[in-house]
Nanobody, 124 residues
């Protein structure tokens, strides 16, 4: 089992940047595919980005591709989401998630562990 704790959220103006971190407990972090998801008020949780266990492969939602970058440091048990050129529509609670598999997927139901989320608010 793994516990996930997100940090780095906050209030930023449109065009600004934020870096989210997700720290994982346990010694087996490198065996998990990691993902970032977000949920805006009144909307379903949606995929943002995912990264393979080694970090060699990354996947992005169309809406964030070119602006967001997912990365991981297996030595630090941490996954990151660098968010640049933020827009008001990026406002949401951002969650990191872990999947006990070597297959990267983009659907929420196929991730096994979730953090509590961190709020990101982008003002216009």
């Amino acid at each position: 089992q793994v516990q996930l704790v997100e940090s780095g959220g906050g209030l930023v103006q449109a065009g600004g940047s934020l870096r989210l971190s997700c720290a994982a407990s346990g010694r087996t972090f490198s065996t998990y595919v990691m993902g970032w998801f977000r949920q805006a008020p009144g909307k379903e949780r949606e995929f943002v980005a995912a990264i393979s266990r080694s970090g060699g492969s990354t996947y992005y939602a169309v809406l964030v591709k070119g602006r967001f970058t997912i990365s991981r440091d297996n030595a630090k048990n941490t996954v990151y989401l660098q968010m640049n050129s933020l827009k008001p529509e990026d406002t949401a609670v951002y969650y990191c998630a872990a999947r006990s598999s070597n297959v990267v997927v983009t659907t929420t139901g196929q991730y096994d562990y979730w953090g509590q989320g961190t709020q990101v608010t982008v003002s216009s």
